[in-house]
């Protein structure tokens, strides 16, 4: 079964640190670029971080460029994201997604909750 | 303030048809990029249900359709049924500096 799994979340003080990991099963992740998408509560879907299949590529969202540290290990078959600077903002749901050929995104994990707050 | 510009909310009876927009710009769907549908159901991650504007993954039933026109795409759906209703997006391609993937804001599908 292909499936994705994150883990990591948590509640976290603004201006602290986070790490959320992916793992992939039942497909050549190594074959796949991935995204992350967040969604705050009650809000839409938004687009954060793109890595592609072998790493060698990635994008940012301007909202977190500079805070956030998209990565992957093929050999784990994992992805992650780094997230430091967190701000109240920053809270949502973040889902790992693989990305098909035309740029939709066909897999999706469960998701991760990230609570920023004092 | 989303990319893609969606109705906030759209309502129907069961049995009945309705239609979501999508509306973009020349950086994206203008561009020629392709639209995709994702359907949320309450509580859970989304799913994919139309890529390249107008194709169905398997599963998916028929009664679910995309089109695409200039800046714009649709989403229909006929005989609606109770486990229909959900928040809906679409998301297609930007070339702007605003980021690759753009989402619309989502839309309530509300089966009275």
């Known amino acids: 079964e292909v499936q994705l799994v994150e883990s990591g979340g948590g509640l976290v003080q603004p201006g602290g640190s986070l790490r959320l990991s992916c793992a992939a099963s039942?497909?050549?992740?190594?074959?796949?670029?991935m995204n992350w998408v967040r969604q705050a509560p009650g809000k839409g879907l938004e687009w954060v971080s793109y890595i592609s299949s072998s790493g060698s590529t990635i994008y940012y969202a301007d909202s977190v460029k500079g805070r956030f540290t998209i990565s992957r290990d093929n050999a784990k078959n994992s992805l992650y994201l780094q997230m430091n600077s967190l701000r109240a903002e920053d809270t949502a749901v973040y889902y790992c997604?693989?990305?098909?050929?035309?740029?939709?995104?066909?897999?999706w994990g469960k998701g991760t909750t990230v609570t920023v707050s004092s | 303030q989303s990319v893609l510009t969606q109705p906030p909310s759209v309502s129907g009876a069961p049995g009945q048809r309705v239609t979501i927009s999508c509306t973009g710009s020349s950086s994206n769907i203008g561009a020629g990029y392709d639209v995709h549908w994702y359907q949320q159901l309450p509580g859970t991650a989304p799913k994919l249900l139309i890529y390249g504007n107008s194709n169905r993954p398997s599963g998916v039933p028929d009664r679910f359709s995309g089109s695409k026109s200039g800046t714009s795409a649709s989403l229909a759906i006929t005989g609606l049924q109770a486990e229909d209703e959900a928040d809906y997006y679409c998301q297609s391609y930007d070339s702007s500096l605003s980021g690759p993937w753009v989402f619309g804001g989502g839309t309530k599908l509300t089966v009275l």
């Open positions: 997604a693989r990305v098909g050929r035309e740029s939709y995104m066909d897999v």
């Open positions: 039942g497909f050549t992740f190594s074959s796949y670029e």
